[in-house]
């Protein structure tokens, strides 16, 4: 099983909402990140977990909260987000940081997030 | 922040012909790869360079990588149309951690 599964696939959301985006992989991968796609831009990277624990926050606003409850699974909470937060985010999962060690990141097809 | 360029942003051939995108970038890395996206859904990893490695090929892929002029290129050959998708090459992060960064894509487009 070489999938990262992403649910749901399209949310939209009101700027009051609370929900969460949820990630999950069985590849015994130890690292796993979440990246915000804008429309015709690259992947951004906001959070990587390594070993089930926060290793990267790039400076993302507090209405989003990641958790990583256990090797597999990965969410990111949302609160109080705004319409500019409307964006692709895609959840990916390596073995884990080493440089030396990895030959590719898996990504999850994403979730459509629509904030209204 | 993005660390690697693409160059073009925007690419449009005719099936059979060749595509080339190049990957510039600006600090020293452990890794350079290649992903396809489409229609803005789930990355696919396409070849994974290392630093002291100069060529790779992968089917009708071929990625070169020139770490003195921190620059890469991704040449696929005999282009069909299911090829149509964005291209980015990612590099890792500094530290020697592996962590995707992603450039600006090119986009291809191969008409039938």
């Known amino acids: 099983d070489t999938e990262v599964t992403q649910t749901p696939k399209h949310l939209v959301m009101g700027m009051t909402n609370k929900k969460s985006l949820k990630c999950e992989q069985h590849?015994?991968?130890?690292?796993m990140y979440w990246y915000k796609q804008k429309a015709k831009k690259p992947p951004e990277l906001m959070f990587v977990y390594s070993y089930e624990k926060l290793s990267i926050n790039e400076s993302v606003p507090s209405r989003f909260s990641p958790e990583c409850p256990n090797s597999s699974l990965l969410n990111l909470h949302l609160h109080a987000l705004q319409p500019e937060d409307s964006a692709l985010y895609l959840c990916?999962?390596?073995?884990?940081?080493?440089?030396?060690?990895?030959?590719?990141?898996?990504f999850g097809q994403g979730t459509r997030l629509t904030v209204v | 922040s993005q660390q690697g360029e693409e160059d073009p942003q925007a690419l449009s051939i005719q099936e059979g012909e060749n595509a080339t995108m190049n990957c510039s970038y600006k600090?020293?890395?452990?890794?350079l790869q290649w992903y396809r996206q489409n229609s803005g859904r789930g990355l696919v990893h396409l070849i994974l360079?290392?630093?002291?490695?100069r060529e790779k090929h992968s089917g009708r892929l071929r990625v070169t990588l020139d770490t003195s002029k921190k620059s890469s290129s991704l040449l696929i050959t005999a282009s069909r149309a299911a090829d149509t998708a964005s291209y980015f090459c990612a590099t890792d992060a500094s530290g020697g951690s592996y962590i995707p960064t992603f450039g600006r894509g090119t986009s291809l487009i191969v008409h039938p």
């Open positions: 360079i290392r630093s002291n490695e």
């Open positions: 990916a999962s390596s073995q884990d940081l080493s440089a030396a060690e990895n030959t590719e990141a898996f």
């Open positions: 600090t020293s890395i452990n890794n």
């Open positions: 590849m015994g991968h130890r690292a």
